[in-house]
């Protein structure tokens, strides 16, 4: 019996025997069903055409076969199509390995597949805050950022689209200011045509800075109403008068681009949820971040979590229009032992970025050739012959260079983050959160100036 995991393998094997047959269509769909299993969707002429027909079912045969229980019998796992277009309809979809006219459609039971890179965003830099495990420190390092920001006078607009554990807005707005709406209200007012009385009554600005502003979009309002059923209702797709469906991540970035229009921020920081989510592929994938941390504890869960993340925008092939935005962020790093923890947390990061992101040529040797920024954006120039995206393990300025975050006493265990940034100052906030913070300062610039 097959399991899930060798589907797209056999497949490819079988096909790849049958070449011959494959080779007169224009284009061939796998449709991988929500179940898991696998049907054929062909061009309808080739359906209409006697000999290309009993090709295509000979062909699945000879697959189900193999792929039991993971098939349909052959006269229900065939489907014809007038194109591959609608044959995919906003799945995703892949080229099937060495196959240029194979493609693989999976159909997931959520929206989140994590395969669709919306382009990097040309307005105001969005920047989010992203990790695999939860706890790491992410919502802190964030609300500091603004914080710096904010002093050295820039606009900051902040989103806590942490929905299902929010806590950010509390961080950086004591309670008398919180405002009477979030983001969970927008999403689910939005679905009844009623957002925009929602959006003037959503942003709050924070009493933590004197030379910036920093404009705070909660996940829930003042009064959080009834949450859960408001939570449960964020997924869905809007379904528009003249028949157009939106995704909830589309209407996300609407959102977005009206709170950008409103508060005409110099950047914006969004807090993801952590882990493989929905919500956190809304942010990663959909909204055109200019820069994604990557915040890493030491330890295989960590390197784990990113592999199968990383895997997946490989297989997907989109890769390389997410790769250069990311950036390996080192949560908590303990004040023990700090260079050694530092070093290994840099080779497993290494190690996960070379398998799988990095291009496949040896790395460049620091002396003779180096990174160098076209349009803002980092790359290795490789002697004078080859160029391509890949980096020496100690390169500083790679995307599996941790950024440090120190741990510090002074944030361990804080019953008010609020209270702590308010007494807070510039070279405390420098000492714990400093690569990051410069790093973030970069990345705004140059995106600003591009
Ligand atoms: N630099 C730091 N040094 C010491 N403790 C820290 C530091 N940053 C955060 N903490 C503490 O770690 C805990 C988790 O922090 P935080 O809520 O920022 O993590 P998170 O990654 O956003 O978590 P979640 O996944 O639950 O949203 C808090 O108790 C916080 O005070
Ligand atoms: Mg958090």
């Known amino acids: 019996m097959t399991t899930f995991d060798q589907v797209v393998p056999i497949t490819n094997e079988v096909l790849s025997a049958h070449r011959d047959k494959i080779a007169p269509l224009e284009w061939l769909v796998i449709n991988r069903d929500l179940n898991g299993r696998v049907r054929f969707i062909a061009p309808e002429q080739a359906g209409e055409h006697e000999v290309r027909r009993a090709d295509i079912e000979a062909v699945y045969q000879a697959l189900s076969e193999r792929l039991v229980p993971h098939a349909y019998p052959t006269d229900s796992g065939i489907l014809y199509e007038a194109s591959r277009e609608l044959a995919c309809q906003g799945a995703t979809h892949y080229l099937l390995d060495g196959l240029d006219t ?69 961080a950086l707005l004591p309670p008398e200011r919180q405002p009477m709406y979030g983001i969970t209200d ?58 157009r469906r939106e995704t909830w991540s589309a209407r996300l970035e609407r959102l977005l681009q009206a709170l950008e229009a409103r508060v005409r921020p110099d950047v914006v920081l969004i807090d993801s949820r952590s882990g493989i989510d929905e919500i956190a592929s809304a942010c990663i994938t959909d909204m055109g971040a200019n820069l994604i941390l990557l915040f890493a504890l030491e330890g295989e869960q960590t390197w ?25 962020v080192g949560a908590v790093v303990p004040e023990l032992d700090r260079v050694e923890y530092l070093e290994g947390l840099r080779e497993h990061s290494y190690e996960v970025f070379g398998v799988t992101l990095y291009d496949d040529i040896a790395p460049a040797t620091p002396d003779t050739v180096g990174p160098k920024e076209v349009d803002g954006k980092r790359t290795w120039q490789v002697g004078s012959l080859v160029e391509g995206w890949n980096f020496d393990e100690a390169d500083e300025g790679a995307p599996h260079h941790p950024w440090a975050v120190n741990w510090h006493r002074s944030f361990a265990g804080l019953r008010s983050l609020q209270g702590r940034l308010a007494v807070i100052d510039t070279q405390e906030v420098k000492a714990i959160f400093g690569p990051l913070l410069e790093g973030v300062n970069h990345v705004a610039e140059v995106t600003r100036q591009a």
């Open 186 to 243: 927008w999403l689910v007012e939005d679905l009844v045509g009623n957002g925009d009385v929602v959006l003037d009554s959503m942003v709050a600005t924070s009493n933590l800075s004197h030379d910036g502003e920093i404009h705070v979009v909660p996940a829930h309002g003042a009064e959080h109403g009834e949450y859960i059923a408001k939570l449960g209702r964020v997924w869905m797709p809007k379904l528009h008068a003249d028949g």
């Open 102 to 170: 194979v493609w693989v459609v999976d159909r997931l039971a959520t929206e989140a597949n994590w395969a669709h890179i919306a382009p990097e965003t040309v307005g105001v830099p969005r920047i989010v805050f992203f990790s695999i495990k939860g706890g790491v420190g992410r919502s802190t390092a964030l609300a500091a950022t603004a914080w710096s920001l904010a002093q050295a006078g820039k606009r900051v607009l902040v989103l806590d689209l942490d929905l299902e554990s929010p806590g950010l807005s509390s």
């Open 304 to 328: 784990n979590g990113y592999r199968m993340l990383f895997e997946q925008w490989q297989r997907a092939g989109v890769a390389e229009q997410i790769r250069e935005r990311l950036q390996v």
